[in-house]
C-alpha cells in the first residue's frame, strides 16, 4: 500500500528549525556551499553559518548559487564569522561532525545517538541552540575545533575509506536530524511550532535516551533546566585556566593535555547557567582566597555576604551566589 505524499513530506517546526545552525569552518569550494544550502533545505534546515570561508563573495559565488539549486533562501540568510566562538557564541549544544574520532575530543556518538541527543537539547529548553559543526574540505576539523563541541559524531563508513564530500556529510546528518525530530513531534502539529511542546511531554524516554552522555540525562533534565552558552562556558575555562596557573597545577610552558581533558569532563557535564556562575565563583576565591564567612569578623563581611540565615547552613552560598560572571 502506497503511503499517500501529504504524510511523507511535511515541515520541521520553526519553533525547532530555528534552533538548529549548520556551522561550516573555512569551507573552500563555493559548489559545496550551495550544495550545502540544498541538502539542508530538503531537510527543513535553514540557518547556515560559515567561518572564514576561503572565498569572501562566497554566497553569491555563481557556482554556489547553481548547486543551491532554488535553495539561495538559504545562501541570502547564511551568516559569515571571523571564528568558530563567535558562530557557536549563543549556542548550547555544539556537536562536531567528522570522520575522525580522537584520542581527547568530545565523547563519539554515531548519528542516530548524537540526533537525538540534539532533539533533547531543543524538547529541554526554548532558549536551547543546537550547532552541527562541520569541518573544511581538504584536512576536516582541527582538534581545537572539535573541542569547542560537546559532542562527536562520525558517519560510519568503511575502515579504509570514510570520508564523504562535504554537502553528503551535511546531508545524512540532516536527514538523520529531520527523522530525530519527526519521531518526537506529533504528525498532527508538524505543521507548526506548537509541536514542540507536544514533543516535550513525549520526549522523557522517548529516542532521545538511547545516546547516552550529553542525550542521557532524562533523569535531571526539565523544561527548567537551561544549558550555559557556549559563550559562557568559554569564559569559564579562560578563568579556570586563569585560575589553574595561579595555584601552580598549570603550567603555561608545559600546558600538555590538561585543559583538553577539562574541556572534555566539563563538556560531559554540560554545565547549566547557575553552575557556571558557582564556578566562576570558586575561580575567584581560588585567585583570592578568603576565610568562610562566618570566620570574618561582623565588620569585615561585605554587605552582600551578611544574611539572616544560620552560619554554617550554606557554607559556600554567599561566596558564588550572586555573582556574576564577569568578563575576565
Ligand atoms: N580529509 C578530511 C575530509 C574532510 S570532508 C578529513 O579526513 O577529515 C569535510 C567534512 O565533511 C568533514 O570535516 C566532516 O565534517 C564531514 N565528513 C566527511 N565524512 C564524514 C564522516 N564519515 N563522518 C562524519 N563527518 C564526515
Redesign the pocket.
Known amino acids: 500500500m502506497s503511503i499517500p505524499s501529504v504524510r511523507l513530506h511535511r515541515d520541521l517546526p520553526g519553533g525547532l528549525r530555528d534552533r538548529i545552525r549548520v556551522v561550516l569552518v573555512q569551507p573552500s569550494h563555493p559548489g559545496n556551499v550551495g550544495a550545502c544550502a540544498r541538502a539542508m533545505r530538503v531537510m527543513g534546515l535553514r540557518r547556515l553559518v560559515l567561518v572564514s570561508p576561503a572565498r569572501a563573495g562566497v554566497l553569491d559565488d555563481p557556482e554556489a548559487r547553481a548547486r543551491s539549486s532554488g535553495a539561495g533562501g538559504v545562501l541570502d540568510a547564511a551568516r559569515v564569522c571571523g571564528s568558530l566562538d563567535e558562530a557557536l557564541a549563543d549556542v548550547t549544544l555544539a556537536i562536531a ?4 574520532t580522537r584520542e581527547f575530543g568530545p565523547p563519539l556518538r554515531d548519528p542516530d545517538a548524537a540526533c537525538a541527543a540534539a532533539v533533547d537539547e531543543l524538547l529541554n529548553a526554548d532558549a536551547h541552540q543546537v550547532a552541527l559543526v ?8 582541527s582538534i581545537a575545533d572539535a573541542g569547542r563541541c560537546q559532542l562527536l ?3 560510519p ?1 568503511e575502515s579504509d575509506y ?3 564530500n ?1 554537502a553528503q ?1 551535511v546531508q545524512v546528518i540532516a536527514y538523520e536530524l529531520r527523522r530525530a525530530v519527526m519521531r518526537r513531534v506529533p504528525e498532527a502539529t508538524g505543521r507548526d511550532a506548537a509541536g514542540a511542546a507536544d514533543a516535550r511531554g513525549a520526549g522523557a524516554g522517548g529516542a532521545g535516551q538511547g545516546g547516552g552522555g550529553a542525550g542521557d540525562e532524562s533523569d535531571e533534565a526539565t523544561a527548567a533546566t537551561v544549558r550555559a552558552t557556549q559563550r559562557d562556558v568559554e569564559q569559564f575555562f579562560q578563568h579556570f585556566e586563569h585560575a589553574l596557573v595561579r595555584i601552580g597545577f598549570l603550567d603555561p610552558a608545559h600546558p600538555k593535555k590538561l585543559m583538553a581533558r577539562l574541556r572534555r569532563l566539563f563538556g560531559r557535564a554540560r554545565l547549566e547557567v547557575e553552575e557556571v556562575r558557582l564556578l566562576r565563583g570558586l575561580c575567584r576565591l581560588i585567585e583570592s582566597p578568603q576565610p568562610p564567612r562566618s570566620q570574618l569578623p561582623r565588620s569585615q563581611r561585605p554587605v552582600s555576604q551578611v544574611s539572616s540565615s544560620p552560619a554554617g547552613s550554606s557554607p559556600c552560598r554567599s561566596h558564588f551566589s550572586s555573582d556574576k560572571p564577569s568578563e575576565s
Open positions: 561532525i567528522s570522520a575522525d562541520f569541518g573544511t574540505e581538504r584536512t576536516g576539523l559524531c562520525a558517519i563508513g570514510n570520508s564523504l562535504l556529510a
